[in-house]
């Protein structure tokens, strides 16, 4: 009985940390844009962004990932909605090989992920606007969870492509 308990405690401390909330913006203001490019510099094998639009700063980290060798997979919302600020940099990612973009005209969070965590926002994948912005910020590195927010993710894809 004494070695159930104890591998029920293990088993607790393992979950605690795995889901975190915090916020970013005022004081805190580079909180999320650190989260995020930790997460897209320590991607090892795909990396998917759901985004409204993309400024020029995380262009260019999607860029050096797929130069790394990653692919990225990127749900954003269609090129008219986009604001006309941002388009150039939706055609430039759109003629990058290694880059799949995917319309969605519904798209109005931030989601960035792999298979090792998570980070969901409200906001753009825009650096000047995450840092002006007072946010809620989730972090998830459960596995149960990260393979919801893959399902999830999933659905906002075309059939032909869902798994």
Same mark, same amino acid.
């Given at each position: 009985?004494?070695?159930? @308990?104890v %591998?029920?405690?293990? $088993?607790? #401390?393992?979950?605690?940390?795995?889901?975190? =909330?915090?916020s970013?913006?005022?004081?805190?203001?580079n909180v999320?844009?650190d989260l995020?490019?930790?997460?897209?510099?320590?991607?090892?094998d795909q990396?998917?962004?759901?985004?409204p639009h @993309?400024? %020029?700063f995380?262009? $260019?980290e #999607?860029?050096?990932?797929?130069?790394?060798? =990653?692919?990225?997979?990127?749900i954003?919302?269609?090129r008219?909605?986009?604001?006309k600020?941002?388009?150039?940099?939706?055609?430039?990612?759109k003629n990058?090989?290694?880059?799949?973009i995917?319309?969605?005209p519904?798209?109005?969070f931030? #989601?960035?992920?792999?298979?090792?965590?998570? =980070?969901?926002?409200?906001?753009?994948?825009d650096r000047?606007e995450l840092?002006k912005?007072?946010?809620?910020?989730t972090k998830?590195?459960e596995?149960?969870?990260?393979?919801?927010?893959?399902?999830?993710?999933?659905?906002?894809l075309?059939?032909?492509?869902?798994?």
């Amino acid at each position: 009985m004494k070695e159930q @308990i104890v %591998n029920l405690e293990n $088993k607790i #401390l393992t979950l605690v940390g795995m889901v975190d =909330i915090e916020s970013s913006g005022g004081e805190k203001k580079n909180v999320l844009n650190d989260l995020l490019l930790n997460l897209i510099n320590s991607t090892k094998d795909q990396l998917n962004v759901v985004t409204p639009h @993309i400024d %020029n700063f995380y262009a $260019k980290e #999607l860029k050096r990932t797929v130069e790394r060798g =990653i692919p990225v997979l990127l749900i954003t919302n269609d090129r008219s909605t986009i604001p006309k600020e941002f388009t150039h940099i939706y055609d430039e990612l759109k003629n990058i090989q290694g880059i799949s973009i995917i319309n969605n005209p519904n798209v109005r969070f931030l #989601l960035v992920f792999n298979t090792e965590q998570a =980070i969901y926002s409200g906001g753009s994948l825009d650096r000047e606007e995450l840092s002006k912005l007072v946010l809620i910020v989730t972090k998830i590195q459960e596995k149960s969870k990260l393979r919801l927010i893959a399902e999830i993710f999933s659905l906002m894809l075309p059939t032909f492509m869902r798994k």
